[in-house]
């Protein structure tokens, strides 16, 4: 099965390309937050879904996002690759999220990916640990070797546009 990364600016909508993108595929999609909130949620004995819901708390939702952003930051610190790959080891084909440059190339020296895919969206700001970590990742994109594969999908319309778009970088046929 082909593995895709998906990556964007926070709210860009990168689970939901990737939730269709498996849809599509059949693979398994998960994003590096979800991942992680599961090993926070152990840390504070909680079920990774109250962590993850607690994500979009307008209180504790800054807080939450911190903690998970400071998990994979000390993760990456130790191997840039192993949440990746403990991803991939668990059988997820499509891993959306990644956060700095040095996962980027670290996943492309791997070879882990078959498609790199960035989704854009109109209007959408990027919140200042983006562009800490992303300052030159859109650069990067367009400096990679040419075996390695991107997709650049514009998510500025409907839901429906964006399922359509997805279909057809796939090469797939909408229903």
């Not at 994500?55 to 939450?64: E, F, L, M, N, Q």
């Not at 990456?76 to 990644?98: K, R, T």
């Not at 990916?113 to 854009?120: E, L």
């Not at 991107?150 to 796939?170: H, P, Q, R, W």
């Amino acid at each position: 099965m082909k593995t895709y990364a998906v990556l964007g600016y926070t709210q860009s909508g990168k689970s939901t390309v990737g939730n269709m993108i498996a849809k599509a595929t059949g693979g398994d999609s998960a994003s590096i937050s979800d991942y992680l909130s599961v090993h926070l949620g152990d840390v504070w004995g909680r079920h990774g879904y109250e962590i993850q819901n607690l994500k979009s708390h307008p209180v504790a939702g800054p807080y939450i996002r911190q903690q998970l952003y400071e998990l994979g930051r000390l993760a990456e610190d130790q191997d840039p690759l192993s949440i990746i790959n403990q991803m991939l080891a668990d059988d997820v084909s499509i891993i959306c999220g990644m956060r700095t440059i040095v996962e980027l190339q670290a996943t492309i020296e791997a070879k882990l990916f078959d498609q790199y895919w960035w989704v854009s969206r109109s209007g959408n700001v990027a919140r200042v640990t983006d562009k800490v970590h992303y300052l030159s990742l859109d650069v990067r994109l367009f400096n990679t070797p040419s075996e390695i594969m991107f997709m650049f999908i514009d998510n500025s319309g409907t839901l429906e546009d964006l399922e359509y778009k997805v279909l057809d970088a796939l090469g797939k046929e909408s229903k």
